[in-house]
């Protein structure tokens, strides 16, 4: 099977703009949460500073800023008929839903025209796994033969729109999120944009994408099972073959909400993982939805290349049962590979096994 | 009582889209969450919260009350009642 | 390999009666979602062990509007009072899960935005889709829903072995 590279990544966060500060920042525990005047309910949320942006959107505007610094890393010709382009995004353009086209497709066309890509792109909308979903999109168009690069690209600008669903869901805390632990009250919005070319050749070692799988829960659509259903026939899918000691880490979803930590703390136990290191970025990023899965990525294979395992923000005291192995401090590790995880509406889970491999 | 006990299973019934069902199909006292009576799930215990402060100004802390409130439509009446901002 | 397809306009009640009649959540699903449900139904009805938990078949959605019909009726709402049961069915992969949950499919279910009606990029989407070892089938669905009475779809059942 042909082998996949992440060889290219761009960011936008509100705590930094490329990879190595956001690495940084994260290992610095610094955040860029606060509470924000909502509708009329406040929200505590992670969001970008717009200060001084102008463009007609900003949801464009920082999916494009990430996609291209992702191509110039890669160092491809976007233009190629041998290149993709999958958007990963839930609302994308919501906010002006009274005015105009904000149809993903749309969000996706303008994205297209703006990178010079010539190929027909295609949106992976799976609710709160779509940033994993895409990236495993973009793993299988390369293997499909048809592509030589794939540019994965995702993002989440925070609205009215999702604000008020989520408080009217009562799934949002107004204070810091604690991931996995026991006062969790749930989960922070945020906003971010991320993305990854991916390829069938690497010039240096660079981190592979091993293989994926999104699965279904088949229980509710807006609950998570209480077996762990999905997620756990995802991993036991990645992991074929796979010892738990070759992980450095599984980068868990973790919103901080009771159910869904408590749901992949029974998943990580039942497919063995429960001496495994085990982490959550939601404390340092908020849910950042149409992002997560390709920024949540991003800062692990950095982490992993400076050999530590990432404290999980927010956590104190062990919320779950059974427990599972996670730490509000750094940790080590020679490990060169980990799973990165995610859950969502619509009862989807997701699983991607990355690994460092040699230049080919 | 009885009027309110009426418009709360009108208004039960609309916001849930409980399809074919009329209040005589609602018991007074029968319980509307789990497998006995209605049957409703987490989504319609949020719903059911939206419905007290649209139409009776009552504002329920969490989900978790609203388990409290919405044991039956006779629980719900003598709540609203008692709580009702209009 | 099977297709079948929903007229624009048609009364999904009436349809939900003809061959449901036992599943009062579709009432609670948005237009989408009652799309997608039925035309499952009307390709999976006479199928043997309905309803046992499967991981083989995978549940592919495809549409240029994803959920934009139901997200008018939430943004509606949400000047007063937002409503949690719309708000939930705001994603295009909703109906994708609604099929799961009925049938116990726990495969893989996974929704597609595309500029436009496309067989040739479905049919290639889907056949990346059976790179999944585990998938011996799939659902696949063009559902455009504009809004509660205006629709395009196209639904098929295929199997593995249809798409070598």
Redesign the interface.
Known sequence: MTKVYCIGCGLVTPVGNTPAEVLAAVRAGKTAFRQYEG?PEPYYASLLDRSGFEGPSFFDHIVLQAAQAAVQEAGIDASSARVGLVLST??AN?DK??SED????AA??TLAKSLGVTT????????CISGL?ALL?GV??I??G?FDHVIVAGAEVQS??IV???????ALSLNPCKPFDADREGLNVGEASAAIVLSAHADRPSWEIVDG???????????PSRTG??SY?ALR?VLEGVKADELAFVNVHGTATRYNDQMEAIALNRAGLQDVPVNALKGIFGHTMGAAGILESIVSMQACDAGIVLPTQGFSRMGVEPAVNVSAQERKTDKQAFVKLLS?????NGALLFRKGGAR | MENLINELKLKVIDALNLDGMTPEDIEDNAPLFGDEGLGL???DV?EL??LLEKNYGIRLA??AQGKEVFQSVAVMADYVAKNRAK | MKQVSIPSGASLTALYREWVGDYPKFFKMDTLSKLGFLLTEMLVHDEPDRFT?R?DRA?LVFS???C?AN??H??ES?QDF???AL??Y?????V???I??R??????????????Y?EA?IW??V???F????TQSALVAWMDCKSDTEWVTNAWLVDKTDML
């Open positions: 509708w839930i609302k919501i839903i009274d904000v149809s993903l497709a996706a066309e027909a792109p295609v949106v992976v909308s799976n609710a979903a999109q299988r168009m293997r499909s048809e009215r729109f008020t669903g989520f408080q009217s869901l009562k799988a999104v699965r279904n829960d088949a229980n509710h659509i807006s609950g259903e999905g026939n899918y969502g509406f619509g009862g989807v | 799930d987490s989504i949020l919260i939206v969490s989900p | 938990f991981e549940v240029r509007e994803g934009i997200d008018r939430y943004a949400m937002p409503s949690p708000f939930v705001t994603l295009p992969n909703i994708s899960g609604e799961s949950i049938n116990k499919w726990g495969g893989e279910s996974s929704a597609f935005v595309l500029e436009s496309d990029r290639a989407l056949r990346q889709a790179q999944d070892k585990c």
